[in-house]
Structures are given as structure tokens and as C-alpha cells.
């Protein structure tokens, strides 16, 4: 296999896959991940839903770099607002966890987000993720039209 066939083989299961619901992707829990008691540490799972969103953002069709590169008129970012979670029960190193995330709402600027983190059918985390659009100034940007849809599939 030539070199960039198997970068493209690895690299198709990397970003996970787009779903009716949003997006699902994979993930490996890592010595890195776990304080000493080999439990993921709490703070990785904000990684972990991190990684769920900026995939789906890039599924999606939305690169950060892209945006930060002006490709769509101004420089913006994306910025959490705010964050609720749901510690029901503990990774632990080696698990392999599904992360799913889907939009629930898209209002002006924000986007609410619900991601669920699981080993198998058990859920270990929930998340509930407002975040927003903003400018090289700092200022809210309207989420543009032409994402409403890759953004919440179905409807």
C-alpha cells in the first residue's frame, strides 16, 4: 500500500463519522488521561467532548482554521460560554469510549450542544455545551444560515 493510501485508510476513522443524530467518534482512554488511581481524571473529559465537537465541526464542513483564516468574510472563533456536566460513573485507562454529540438548538450567536460520553451502553458523562461565534473583536457573530443545516440534521 503506497504511503498515502494508508494515511487516508488511518485517517478516514480519525474525525469519526457523522450520524442522523450529529456525530459519534471513538477514543482510547490513555495513562496520560488518569490520575494515579488509573481513573480518567476529570478535567479529560472536557477533552474528550472537545474533541467530539471540533470533529463534528469538522465533519461539518467548519474548519477552526478556516475561520480564523477569514476564508468566510472576518477572522472568528468558536468560545465556550458555558458548560453543565454529569459525573455518573468513571473511565478507566484502556476503556474505549464513544463520544456523541448533537445539537439541540441554534439561536442567533449560540449553539447548544448535549454530548454523552460512554463505555458500551453505559453512560459515564454528560454534557449540556453553550458556545458562541465571536470576532477578531470580540463580539457575538450570527451563527450564518448555511450551517443550520450539517449543524442539526433532520430538521
Not at 450529529?22 to 477514543?27: C, I, T, V
Not at 485507562?93 to 439561536?107: A, P, W, Y
Not at 454523552?116 to 451563527?143: S, T
Amino acid at each position: 500500500m503506497a504511503d498515502h493510501d494508508e494515511r487516508d485508510v488511518l485517517a478516514a476513522g480519525l474525525s469519526g463519522a457523522l450520524t442522523p443524530f450529529g456525530h459519534r467518534l471513538m477514543a482510547r482512554v490513555y495513562y496520560a488521561d488518569t490520575d494515579f488511581s488509573g481513573v480518567v481524571y476529570h478535567a479529560r473529559y472536557l477533552e474528550f467532548f472537545e474533541r467530539g465537537r471540533s470533529d463534528f465541526l469538522r465533519l461539518a464542513g467548519v474548519h477552526h482554521t478556516e475561520l480564523h483564516d477569514g476564508k468566510h468574510g472576518e477572522k472568528i472563533v468558536w468560545v465556550v460560554r458555558r458548560m453543565e456536566i454529569d459525573f455518573r460513573g468513571s473511565a478507566r485507562i484502556d476503556d474505549v469510549l464513544t463520544i456523541d454529540t448533537r445539537t439541540d438548538d441554534i439561536s442567533g450567536a449560540r449553539i447548544y450542544m448535549a454530548q454523552q460520553l460512554k463505555r458500551g451502553d453505559e453512560v459515564l458523562v454528560e454534557a449540556r455545551v453553550e458556545a458562541a461565534i465571536v470576532g477578531e473583536n470580540g463580539r457575538p457573530r450570527r451563527f450564518p444560515k448555511e450551517w443550520i443545516a450539517a449543524f442539526m440534521p433532520g430538521r
